[in-house]
């Protein structure tokens, strides 16, 4: 009989369950499927949010492949997390910034943004009005600016990645304004030089396999055949598949450019047993009650097919385009040729991926096998 220990700990200012197994890879795959499980990122233990009914879940849950649950410890009196600190709180936009806001949309929709590059800079900007609003100023200042920017995101532990969307979304908004940004000297941080994530050959085919369902097994295999971006896939219309020269358009992708990539003969398959019995009429992904499929299901999709395998990476509907390239370049593919696969502007965007190609890691002699 297996042997399972649940011990309190804190995560993230909330307390939890950890889950302490003793060589368990079967429990392991047992607990995944179960809801509220998580991962923690330091050390993959499994955890969940410390209730009664949790407790009683996962207590539960492991009886049922006969598993010795060891719970004492969280029967124990609570003990007092760290105070978390108080949030921001910023006061409601008014009328006259509503309709401010509501001009400045319409000039981005102009300049013929992206919809969502739109909503992100009016998101953005309507924070950082709130903000404004709530310290009672009247002139946009870079001093202002500097506030926001670490009272509403340094201090509240946002990515920088969101750092440099509030401040690409001020800029475009002081020049809505025909401010002389120039004399605010807005600079965005540096972006993490972060390597992606990559799956193996045999994790993708893992993921595939593990997904049952017809149409979203297809979804998962666009993504990984033709190294797509979410959004180019759910926006794919059945034209766009060209089966005579087994190739895929991809139309008004990111940067506004048209591109082709490849159409796997397997993936063919897969496909027009799909079509057989969904039959799409104009985009190739239909929702339910939206003309395409949405990110959010298809992020979902992702998650329980990631669960079932139990790999342990951090894996996101962009780990496929990620793999897809780096299987790409491990084959012997020209990076060249891969750039326009993907639809890159530059190759020093598409040369990250010869840092985490296999060919290139094992043709390194490791001096300890020397010795």
């Not at 949010?49 to 010795?68: Q, W």
């Not at 993490?192 to 593990?210: F, T």
């Not at 190294?227 to 034209?239: F, H, M, Q, S, W």
Request: hydrophobic share 35%; net charge positive; glycine share 4%.
């Amino acid at each position: 009989m297996k042997t399972v220990k649940l011990v309190r700990g804190a995560h993230k200012g909330e307390e939890i369950i950890e889950i302490i197994i003793d060589n368990g890879s079967l429990v392991e795959n047992h607990l995944v499927g179960l809801p509220g499980i998580k991962r923690k990122k330091s050390d993959s233990r499994l955890y969940l949010t410390n209730s009664s009914v949790n407790l009683s879940r996962v207590f539960h849950h492991l009886r049922k492949i006969k598993c010795y649950v060891d719970y004492s410890d969280v029967m124990q009196k609570p003990f007092d997390l760290p105070s978390r600190k108080k949030r921001l709180t910023l006061p409601p936009i008014n009328a006259f910034h509503q309709k401010d806001l509501i001009r400045f949309r319409r000039w981005l929709e102009e300049k013929r943004l992206s919809p969502h590059t739109v909503n992100t800079y009016v998101e953005v900007t309507r924070f950082f009005v709130r903000y404004c609003i709530g310290k009672k100023s009247k002139n946009y200042t870079k001093r202002l600016v500097e506030a926001f920017n670490y009272e509403f995101i340094v201090s509240e532990g946002k990515s920088i990645s969101y750092q440099n969307q509030c401040i690409n979304g001020i800029k475009k908004f002081f020049l809505f304004k025909k401010m002389d940004i120039d004399t605010l000297d807005l600079i965005r941080p540096k972006k993490e030089k972060k390597l992606p994530v990559v799956l193996s050959k045999d994790e993708v085919r893992l993921l595939i396999d593990e997904t049952y369902n017809l149409k979203h097994k297809t979804l998962l295999s666009l993504l990984y055949s033709g190294g797509l971006r979410i959004g180019e896939a759910i926006n794919l219309k059945v034209d766009d598949i060209d089966s005579k020269r087994m190739l895929i358009h991809i139309k008004g992708a990111k940067g506004k450019k048209d591109r082709y990539t490849l159409l796997s003969h397997s993936f063919l398959e897969i496909l027009r047993i799909y079509y057989k019995q969904y039959k799409p009429k104009d985009y190739l992904f239909e929702g339910q009650k939206l003309p395409t499929y949405s990110t959010s299901s298809a992020q979902w999709i992702l998650k329980n097919a990631v669960a079932k395998t139990g790999i342990r990476k951090d894996v996101t509907l962009h780990t496929l385009r990620h793999s897809f390239a780096t299987h790409l370049l491990e084959n012997g593919t020209d990076i060249r040729y891969i750039q326009e696969l993907l639809g890159h502007s530059s190759p020093k965007t598409t040369m990250i991926y010869t840092h985490v190609t296999e060919n290139s890691i094992k043709n390194i002699s490791n001096p300890f096998d020397d010795l």
